[in-house]
């Protein structure tokens, strides 16, 4: 089974999308939580976290380790071992649901709501399912290596959102 076993895109208005991914991942909710909402849990697959306060309202500040681009924002939703939620600038609004399956695996019920040209619905799609393979290896014990990360992988899943799009 994929690990993305579902992805579905929204135009709400003119450039403004919502985005929901379902991801399946064979660890409990408790192992994948702090992967989510820990500095160092977010290194392994998402940005450096320069600054997360673990609660509602927190500030939040990520940096993306390939580019050092920035985003600052808050802390959104906040349910503990359930739901993580962060609006930051430039991503818009990303939602992480966790619903467990048994006792060894979870569901990630993901949302991403933000404004941008029908290109970068895309380019999410793509980039977000790429984290979560990231994810998927960070859990495993293998973190994202930045330095030695390409395009390639995001090039093809963009491509093959894109032809879903078209059939």
Same mark, same amino acid.
């Given at each position: 089974?994929?690990?993305?076993?579902?992805?579905?895109?929204?135009?709400?208005?003119?450039?403004?999308?919502?985005?929901?991914?379902?991801?399946?991942?064979?660890?409990?909710?408790?192992?994948?939580?702090?992967?989510? &909402?820990? @500095?160092? !849990?977010?290194?392994?697959?998402?940005?450096?976290?320069? $600054?997360? =306060?673990?609660?509602? #309202? +927190?500030?939040?500040?990520?940096?993306?380790?390939?580019?050092? &681009?920035? @985003?600052? !924002?808050?802390?959104?939703?906040?349910?503990?071992?359930? $739901?993580? =939620?962060?609006?930051? #600038? +430039?991503?818009?609004?990303?939602?992480?649901?966790?619903?467990?399956?048994?006792?060894?695996?979870?569901?990630?019920?993901?949302?991403?709501?933000?404004?941008?040209?029908?290109?970068?619905?895309?380019?999410?799609?793509?980039?977000?399912?790429?984290?979560?393979?990231?994810?998927?290896?960070?859990?495993?014990?293998?973190?994202?290596?930045?330095?030695?990360?390409?395009?390639?992988?995001?090039?093809?899943?963009?491509?093959?959102?894109?032809?879903?799009?078209?059939?």
């Amino acid at each position: 089974m994929s690990l993305v076993s579902r992805a579905t895109s929204e135009q709400r208005a003119e450039d403004h999308w919502l985005l929901r991914l379902e991801v399946h991942l064979p660890c409990a909710y408790e192992a994948l939580w702090p992967a989510l &909402t820990t @500095a160092d !849990g977010l290194r392994g697959w998402l940005a450096e976290a320069d $600054v997360l =306060e673990r609660r509602l #309202g +927190g500030a939040v500040t990520l940096r993306r380790p390939d580019d050092g &681009t920035v @985003a600052t !924002g808050r802390v959104t939703a906040w349910d503990v071992e359930r $739901v993580a =939620e962060y609006t930051v #600038g +430039g991503y818009g609004r990303i939602r992480f649901h966790l619903e467990p399956v048994g006792t060894d695996s979870t569901v990630i019920r993901f949302v991403n709501e933000f404004r941008g040209p029908e290109a970068g619905r895309l380019d999410h799609l793509a980039g977000w399912h790429e984290h979560f393979e990231l994810l998927d290896s960070a859990l495993a014990g293998r973190p994202a290596d930045w330095a030695a990360r390409t395009d390639t992988r995001r090039a093809a899943l963009r491509e093959a959102y894109a032809s879903l799009a078209r059939t």
